[in-house]
């Protein structure tokens, strides 16, 4: 089936870089990113809003990405995990991470460290229960989430 | 050589026990990570496997359904099958429905494997019993629910060369299905693991049919197949943790000790034999724990439903029967007027005792000073006593202490190690460094930073001096697959034997001294390698020294080493909404020596997260024998808000056969939280809650039929 007639062309900032996606404009964001885009950082763990493995920055927001049609991107600024270490540099976030064991198998990590970053931005001392709040639209299966949550608490101190 | 005398020649800081950064940390931080599903090859098509919709069947024809062009797609099929329409046979549903036989689909009793083990006479003693206590305890399937679904990508080539990416956790396993599926030789077949996002059992054995499926679609489209399962499908079609019964008859004497066990273990296979065998025999090992009877039965019986197959689940049959038990001997210790732990304190098993499958105990075995450091940690007795008068004014707020006594087998059961025969090796690198070479696959638990670690150790080098290789079957050996908690006390013994050989090897051709610096060590490798080739050791398993295990008897050293633990849940159950929240969990376990101790914690972490969600949350909705809820968003797992504290001890006692003193730790946690939740939950409300999940439905049920009279 040929539907290239029904494409779109968005324009968006992805990490920084001005880009042109032609794509279906309703298809996800997160398949425009990993296919189009060969930004296979972002993942997907469930398809339907759930498990925040796709989470990504849309003009600062945590969004996630597989609920997200391509065409909502026009105009906007995205952040994927690939633009978060900034020159090779590990953001603070991803430093606690590795320092304290916040990621395991590492399929929730690029989602969970862009909440936590948003977590941080928003709330630069968070409360255990803030955190926990801050985190809950990302599963991760692996960890029982104490390293994260010691992760997050250790970056607001650097 | 062994681990003490290594260590006194060797003047480098010892990289076990320190909290080395994961290996590939920084790639999963940054999103460089390569998974399965981030590869992509020129011209690769996409495949999916279709179902059938029905339990149970005979395939008669396949329709292709009108509008759609088939001769774009390439289709694999048992399509020389004759006859016409579906016919459906009645299914079979319930462990209740295959043990009364009404259907027969397997042999002749429906039952893929029993196991009987005893002990002394149970039927002996009822008659002298002080008390006996009768139990039955029920536990549901439970999906693995690892965020990365499975997924293969798959190349052949006009000469018969089959290559496999994959999510994984068993390479080899793969390997062998792919030669037999294409009746090819072992050298054609190539099976590589991708970054693999969490495997829990799950990515154990059913990988195999999915890369085999990937396989035959690009053998038959001469193009690269990529075959990676979205959520629902994963869910439906992959293999579940066992659901159970347990049935406990349990006799006391008059001073506390158990006198005889008489248990019935059943778990349900579903329609494939798959792994139930081995689940069924670690589940029935496990069944008694770790408490000296002198007289033990225990029936284990695994049988076939027209469920989908139940396979691998971290635990692997132990959680099942030591939920049943560790409830049960709460109850047992209350019949028998003791507390849960003075009545354990009599009962727990002592180095020189023999266990139920005839197992003489030989390794010190610590349980009364891990529960004693576990209820002072958990402030017990205080808050024991301190619930019970708040319970009394509060009608609908009901707070409640349990714990759990358990301990958990390393390594493959009885002789399968030694049929394993598994292999490592070591080698030095053109660039200077080592590389370590096993089939073992990191999938999250941190096979690649304590590999390295083990190495670096035994070789006197830092961390970062060793590689650990990416499992890929043409150039690794075959170290065995990646369970049963064996990968660092088993496979890592052989990195720390192969490593110890090689600096050896170096020691002997005159190249190095007993004391070096990094860079007279890499000297050393080049000047080798210049002579000879290349410098590669590698180290076979044999069992340690006095390990006995009989087949046909069932009987003998189940297992090489145990990890011991106790664990302390407090709970919080509300009898308007009936939810059950666990505010507190302490975990405390000895696990011999530990290699690192962030990565240790998070599997200890990991674990009881996984467990408390079993216990309360996950509950699998069946209908016709597919699951219904195959969704993230009605099947349902801890977040971040779902969990207490959980608070991780460790007793450290090296074990002389593991890499550093290091025994087995998977799998453990998986254990206790489900029995030691349930206990809190009774201690809480004075029912009996037995089937686990235990969900507020579930709760209001049990609470009902307490009181069939009530408000
Ligand atoms: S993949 Fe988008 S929320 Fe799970
Ligand atoms: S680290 Fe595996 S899911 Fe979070």
Redesign the interface.
């Known amino acids: 089936m040929d539907r290239s007639g029904m494409n779109v062309r968005v324009m968006c900032r992805v990490n920084g870089a001005n880009v042109t996606i032609e794509a279906h404009p309703m298809m996800r964001l997160l398949d425009a990113l990993?296919?189009k885009l060969?930004?296979?950082?972002?993942?997907?763990?469930?398809?339907?809003g759930?498990?925040g493995?796709c989470a990504v920055l849309v003009d600062g927001d945590l969004v996630n990405s597989c609920l997200f049609p391509l065409l909502h991107a026009e105009g906007t600024a995205i952040t994927?995990?690939?633009g978060?270490?900034a020159g090779g540099r590990?953001h603070a976030v991803?430093e606690a991470?590795?320092?304290?064991?916040g990621?395991?198998?590492?399929?929730?990590?690029?989602g969970m460290?862009l909440a936590a970053i948003t977590l941080l931005e928003r709330n630069p001392n968070p409360t255990e229960a803030e955190?926990?709040?801050g985190?809950?639209g990302?599963?991760?299966?692996?960890?029982?989430?104490?390293?994260?949550?010691e992760a997050v608490v250790s970056a607001c101190r650097r | 050589m062994n681990y003490k005398e290594y260590n006194l020649i060797v003047m480098v800081v010892s990289t076990i026990g320190q909290?080395v950064?994961?290996k590939?940390?920084?790639?999963?931080?940054?999103?460089?990570?390569?998974?399965i599903?981030?590869l992509?090859l020129p011209g690769m098509l996409h495949g999916a496997t279709v179902r059938s919709p029905v339990a149970r069947g005979l395939l008669r024809a396949i329709h292709y359904a009108p509008g759609v062009p088939w001769p774009e797609f390439t289709i694999v099929s048992a399509h020389d099958i004759p006859g016409a329409n579906c016919v459906t046979l009645p299914p079979v549903f319930s462990m209740d429905a295959a043990l009364a036989r009404t259907e027969v689909i397997w042999g002749d009793d429906n039952v893929f494997k029993q196991y009987l083990v005893t002990r002394g006479n149970v039927d002996a003693v009822w008659t002298e019993a002080h008390v006996i206590v009768d139990g039955e305890y029920e536990t549901g399937a439970q999906e693995?629910?690892?965020?990365?679904?499975q997924g293969m990508v798959a190349l052949t080539d006009a000469q018969g060369a089959v290559t496999v990416w994959g999510s994984m956790q068993c390479p080899f396993y793969i390997h062998k299905a792919l030669a037999a599926l294409f009746n090819v030789p072992a050298a054609k077949v190539r099976v590589v693991q991708m970054?693999?996002?969490?495997?829990?059992g799950g990515k154990e054995e059913y990988p195999s049919i999915i890369a085999g499926h990937a396989a035959l679609l690009a053998w038959k489209s001469g193009r690269p197949v990529k075959l990676v399962y979205?959520?629902a499908e994963d869910m439906v079609a992959t293999t579940k943790r066992h659901p159970s019964r347990t049935r406990h008859r349990t006799a006391v004497s008059r001073d506390g000790r158990l006198l005889a066990m008489d248990i019935e273990f059943t778990i349900d296979g579903g329609a494939y034999c798959t792994l139930s065998p081995v689940v069924l025999s670690r589940g029935t090992i496990h069944a008694a724990g770790p408490y000296f009877c002198p007289n033990i039965r225990i029936r284990g019986r695994a049988v076939a439903t027209n469920m989908p197959p139940h396979g691998a689940f971290r635990g692997f049959g132990a959680p099942q029967s030591i939920f049943a038990l560790e409830r049960h001997m709460d109850r047992v210790a209350a019949a028998a007027g003791l507390t849960p732990d003075e009545f354990r304190r009599r009962n727990f098993i002592q180095t020189g005792q023999t266990s139920a499958v005839g197992q003489v105990m030989k390794e010190p075995i610590a349980m009364e000073r891990l529960l004693d450091r576990a209820l002072v940690l958990s402030d017990y007795h205080a808050k024991r006593s301190r619930f019970a008068d708040a319970n009394r004014h509060s009608t609908r707020i009901k707070r409640g202490i349990g714990f759990a006594t358990f301990m958990h087998g390393a390594g493959f059961t009885g002789s399968g190690e030694q049929h394993l025969a598994s292999v490592v090796a070591v080698e030095a690198l053109s660039n200077g460094r080592v590389r370590v070479l096993a089939a073992s696959a990191e999938?999250?638990?941190?096979t690649n930073t304590i590999f390295a670690q083990i190495a670096a150790e035994a070789l006197g080098l830092e961390c970062d001096d060793v590689e650990v290789a990416q499992p890929d079957t043409a150039t690794v050996p075959d170290s065995g697959p990646t369970v049963a908690s064996r990968t660092c006390m088993v496979v890592g013994k052989l990195i720390e034997t192969a490593s110890l050989d090689f600096r050896h090897r170096l020691e002997t051709a005159g190249l190095l001294t007993s004391r070096y610096t990094p860079a007279e060590f890499r000297a050393a490798c080049a000047a080798y390698r210049a002579r000879h080739g290349d410098l590669r050791i590698a180290a076979q398993y044999r069992p340690p020294e006095g390990l006995r295990w009989d087949d046909q008897r069932y009987e003998g050293d189940a297992y090489g080493a145990y990890a011991w633990a106790v664990y302390v849940a407090e709970v919080t159950v509300d009898l308007d909404t009936f939810q059950t929240q666990v505010d507190d969990f302490v975990a405390v376990q000895e696990v011999g020596r530990v290699i690192n101790p962030?990565?240790a914690?998070?599997q200890i972490?990991?674990?009881?997260?996984?467990a408390i969600g079993w216990a309360l949350f996950e509950d699998i909705v069946w209908r016709d024998g597919r699951m219904v809820n195959a969704?993230?968003?009605n099947y349902i797992?801890?977040?971040?808000?779902d969990?207490p504290?959980?608070r991780v001890f460790f007793e450290e006692a090296p074990y002389p056969n593991g890499p550093g003193g290091a025994k087995g730790i998977g799998e453990l946690p998986m254990d206790g939280p489900a029995p030691a939740i349930f206990n809190a939950v009774a201690n809480a409300t004075g029912l009996n809650p037995a089937h686990l999940p235990l969900t507020p439905e579930a709760l209001m049920e049990l609470m009902e039929k307490a009181e069939p009279d009530g408000p």
């Open positions: 990993r296919s060969r930004l296979t950082g972002t993942k997907e763990g469930c398809g339907e759930e498990c493995a994927t995990i690939e978060v270490a590990l991803q991470f590795l320092a304290c064991g990621a395991q198998c590492g399929i929730c990590t690029p460290v955190v926990k709040a985190l809950a990302n599963l991760c299966r692996c960890t029982g989430y104490m390293r994260i949550f | 909290p950064p994961r590939e940390g920084r790639a999963k931080l940054t999103g460089q990570a390569r998974y599903d981030d992509v693995q629910l690892y965020i990365e679904p970054e693999t996002g969490g495997g829990f979205d959520r999938i999250g638990q941190g962030p990565l914690t998070g972490e990991g674990g009881v997260a996984q969704q993230m968003t797992m801890p977040t971040s808000m969990l504290p959980i």
